[in-house]
Antibody, heavy 124, light 107 residues
């Protein structure tokens, strides 16, 4: 059974760089999109971006190029860096496995396995 | 970006009730719509993908329907463990976007 375990610094000052890592246990790294999603306190979910096993990335333009997602196939890990953080980046950050496919000519994409989440607080 | 609008934002229901949550996309997304359940302190869990496909291990009281811009999640008979917040998410294009959620609370 695939599990995602994530870690990283939980308290940052404004202008610092957020750094989180997610390790994938019990499953293949190939064939999936590895995603980051965040959730500000008491609010909804925001997709940050994803990466596939060949390093192809997609990002949410709302982050204005502050995010970088990298993959390390040798360690079965992927990571998120978000620079120039502000209080608005305070959130629970989740890593997740993205599945894509086609059923009877219908495309689908969803996140089927999630990490437990890491709380990141930005405060001076 | 594709905007996802859920309604209602919250509802009160009793065990055994039939519950329906709707999600509307700002443009057609075919059937590329997913539903997640989130309980306090936990990560979201996928219930339905591709609008109507039940994720493995999810009880059959959950069902999804719709295509194009209008979608529905139905819980046929609410159980105590179903009190949670439900989110829709489009997988049609990037950025992936979620609805703001529907909180199902005990009446």
């Amino acid at each position: 059974q695939v599990q995602l375990q994530q870690w990283g610094a939980g308290l940052l000052k404004p202008s610092e760089t957020l750094s989180l890592t997610c390790a994938v246990y019990g499953g293949s790294f190939s064939g999936y999109y590895w995603s980051w999603i965040r959730q500000p306190p008491g609010k909804g979910l925001e997709w940050i971006g994803d990466i596939n096993h060949s390093g192809r990335t997609n990002y949410n333009p709302s982050l204005k190029s502050r995010a970088t997602i990298l993959i390390d196939m040798s360690k079965n890990q992927f990571s998120l860096k978000l620079n120039s953080v502000t209080a608005a980046d305070t959130a629970i950050y989740h890593c997740a496995r993205g599945v894509r496919g086609v059923i009877i000519l219908t495309d689908y994409q969803y996140m089927d396995v999630w990490g437990k989440g890491a709380t990141v607080t930005v405060s001076s | 970006d594709i905007q996802m609008t859920q309604s209602p934002s919250s509802l009160y229901a009793s065990v055994g009730d039939r519950v329906t949550i709707t999600c509307r996309a700002s443009q057609s997304i075919g059937s590329n719509l997913n539903w997640y359940q989130q309980k306090p302190g936990q990560a979201p869990k996928v219930l339905i993908y591709a609008a109507s496909r039940l994720q493995s291990g999810v009880p059959s009281r959950f069902s999804g329907s719709g295509s194009g811009t209008d979608f529905t999640l139905t819980i046929s008979s609410l159980r105590p463990e179903d009190f949670a917040t439900y989110y829709c998410q489009q997988g049609y294009n990037t950025p992936r976007t979620f609805g703001l959620g529907t909180k199902v609370e005990i009446k």
